[in-house]
């Protein structure tokens, strides 16, 4: 069976106490858990003692299929090990490891998960290790917010399949790694604000990101569109290129949060997609952006998330 080891790390502004303790406590993962955002009624069963060696935490839900957790170490605030098993989609069993040290005024922790696939799904073993270590990194930004902060502003609401008309966006072209991508996309959109306030057109419209099919998650190479929406075919802006996306159906889910845990957003439309057996299409990805960090607080902002699906 094809074997695997997956691994993330992060820093925490926190004492190795404080994170040894919130990652022990199986009561805390339904915080910061990057699998139970999407699912609205999952059922989660944690034993009396959730801190302790054989204390454990069960899950089932339509959309996260169906597993355990079993404490087998706890070495304060050193390394958690954890058995992990799932029943659905496909039974299979792993190990779960955190390693955690003091560096500095932070600590520092690595998420492991070692395991083999059953031998059917051997051609999987190489985007499961993607995926499962894009959902790592998501999951320790949450565990990080809600340490540092004792809670996590990421909240999804899944409004269905929807069907856009077509769309023109006046905005600047971009690419950049993924690790990247938060700043970059910053300084883009303060770019299309200056090019709109210095023209003398009148824009009225909702700012929108474009995710070119030309992305790739295995590379973490990201190429995007940053702008504005207009429904007038004929004003332009000095600076500003001209992008049409064509008319088509999407799965919407509003992501009510930090744009720092927007890969919570996608990540989740992907499960739906799979889950509710909707074929993604290879078209742009779109996010639009209701209200602006300019004026709301970070808990408060909104962002439309637009995953094409074929039909």
Known sequence: ????????????????????????DFRTW????????????????????????????????????????????????????????????????????????????????????????????????????????????????????????????????VEGVQSLDRLRVLGIRESCSMDDIGPVMEKVFEKVHQQIAASDANVPGNMVSVYHPTCDLKTRYFDFTCGIQTTDNDVTVDGLDELTVDAGRYLKVRHTGCYQHLGNAWSGAAQYCQYKKLKMAKEPGLEFYPNSPKDTDPADLITDVYMAIKG
């Open 1 to 24: 069976m094809p074997a695997f080891h997956i691994q993330r790390t992060h820093r925490i502004a926190a004492s190795a106490e404080q994170v040894f303790d919130a990652i022990a």
């Open 30 to 157: 339904t915080t910061w858990s990057p699998w139970l955002k999407i699912d609205p009624d999952p059922t989660v069963t944690i034993s009396t003692d959730p801190s302790s060696v054989g204390s454990t935490y069960d899950w089932q839900g339509d959309l996260v299929g169906q597993g355990g957790m079993k404490h087998r170490w706890l070495d304060r605030p050193r390394k958690i090990e954890i058995d992990l098993h799932f029943i659905k989609p496909f039974k299979s069993q792993s190990e779960v490891r955190f390693d955690i040290r003091s560096v500095g005024d932070e600590t520092e922790v690595t998420w492991h998960m070692i395991g083999k696939l059953p031998w059917f799904l051997f051609w999987m073993k190489s985007s499961m290790e993607m995926f499962v270590g894009m959902d790592y990194e998501r999951g320790l930004l949450m565990l990080a917010e809600f340490v540092e902060t004792g809670t996590v502003r990421s909240k999804l609401d």
